[in-house]
């Protein structure tokens, strides 16, 4: 039974209590506390398990318990640490916070593992707060508690090539027939009920894996038939294999039954309907014996068109062969794309493309030198020297500190030695 939807319970492991304990024996008086630490509880690992493609094992136990840690003992012996509780899950499961709506991790690769709910640290003994001044603590810590969440796991399978189309258009038979997987397969519309996995084979070193979904009709994305719920385990896959009935059931012609389904493509999701996509026009043993109807489908919706019979095995290598190509190509373009960030990444920051600096504007036009600003001070005019005192002409020749110097030192007081020798000179 396939089962892409489930909600859980986790709880992770509680930490043990630290130990009150002091040391008793015989001939060791006062020995001191000696309570060992509580261990700590055991993590609640999610991880991507090959081989997986359903939820159905997870569904049926609602509520994951990690072991608790043990307590602390004496002899400062720590307590025994719970054991981790690992839950296999399909690879491409995306794990939500139930009650945050939050997306914590996507397992979109084989093995990856992600712990979801730490475990509990184990508190510590009474020998941890023994000190000079509390040589006897009879105190100790409890243990952590774990971390409890509720999740909601959604699937969505990892598949290379996707099969769409209308119902009965020969989607199921295409993967029974490529890989060895047995879909059931019926006369009646809507057999697919959920989505199968094959995995196709194209000679020694070539294989992808192949999604078969439950068709489409028109007015999917409103609830009308299956609905378009199922569209998200397409969501991861690289390429579109859209099959088209020669003669469509609700359609008159294979162009109006393909730009139906592309309609509901559209709707759910426009990053999906701008995926690599390859048409097919199948039960081409049913066509006459020219191409006419072909290369008319072709013509209508702009684009090529191969034509196959997986009853009579016609076209059926061709299209491997155009998967291939397709697949490889995405290859080398994400071969180039990750080149070119692991050389970006080694590039200086400035050197970068998207980091350099913009170029530097263009110097302005050199100037001519403006001409040097006159002095404010007015020349004074020459006056006649004749008639002049020494003092006069001094100031005209000089500036007003070499006057100043000058007068400075002609009133220079008289000292006391010339003093002396005045009244000395006046006395006799």
Not at 302 to 321: H, M, Q, W
Not at 340 to 350: D, G, I, W, Y
Request: one cysteine or more.
């Amino acid at each position: 039974m396939f089962i892409d939807e489930a909600e859980i319970v986790v709880k992770a492991g509680d930490g043990g209590n630290g130990a009150v304990m002091f040391r008793r024996e015989s001939g060791v008086p006062r020995g001191g506390p000696n309570g060992g630490d509580g261990g700590d509880g055991g993590d609640i690992i999610l991880c991507a398990r090959p081989g997986l493609d359903t939820l159905l094992d997870v569904r049926g136990r609602h509520h994951w318990y990690a072991e608790n840690g043990d307590c602390g003992h004496t002899k400062d012996m720590a307590g025994a640490a719970g054991a981790d509780l690992v839950i296999d899950l399909p690879p491409g499961t995306l794990i939500y916070d139930k009650e945050t709506g939050v997306l914590l991790k996507d397992l979109n690769e084989p093995g990856m593992r992600v712990v979801i709910a730490r475990g509990g640290k184990g508190g510590r003994g009474n020998a941890r707060f023994a000190s000079a001044t509390n040589q006897t603590p009879r105190t100790a810590e409890a243990g952590q508690l774990g971390l409890q969440r509720r999740l909601r796991l959604e699937l969505k399978l990892i598949a290379d090539v996707g099969l769409v189309g209308l119902p009965n258009a020969g989607k199921s038979t295409l993967l029974s027939r490529l890989s060895a997987a047995h879909p059931k397969i019926a006369s009646y519309p809507f057999t697919t009920l959920e989505p199968n996995l094959g995995i196709v084979v194209a000679g020694v070193e070539h294989r992808f894996v192949m999604a078969d979904l439950p068709g489409l009709i028109e007015g999917a994305h409103r609830g009308i038939g299956l609905g378009d719920e199922f569209l998200r385990h397409v969501e991861r896959t690289r390429v579109l294999v859209h099959l088209v009935e020669i003669e469509p059931h609700k359609h008159e012609t294979p162009a109006d039954a393909y730009r139906a389904i592309r309609a509901e493509i559209a709707a759910y999701s426009r990053e999906f309907s701008e995926k690599p996509e390859l048409v097919v026009l199948t039960k081409a043993d049913l066509l006459p014996g020219d191409d006419t109807l072909q290369r008319k489908f072709s013509k209508a919706i702009r684009k090529p068109v191969i034509a196959i019979s997986s009853a009579t095995g016609t076209g059926l290598a061709k299209l491997v062969k155009a998967i291939l190509d397709v697949l490889e190509e995405l290859e080398l373009k994400q071969a180039a794309e990750e080149h070119a960030a692991a050389e970006l990444h080694h590039v200086p920051p400035h050197l970068r493309p998207e980091l350099a600096p913009a170029p530097a504007a263009p110097p302005p036009p050199e100037l001519s030198p403006l001409p040097a600003p006159r002095s404010r001070r007015k020349a004074e005019p020459a006056a006649p020297k004749k008639g002049m005192t020494r003092q006069q002409r001094l100031q005209l020749s000089s500036g007003p500190r070499k006057i100043r110097r000058l007068l400075a030192r002609k009133l220079k007081p008289v000292t006391t030695r010339k003093k002396k020798r005045r009244k000395s000179e006046d006395d006799g």
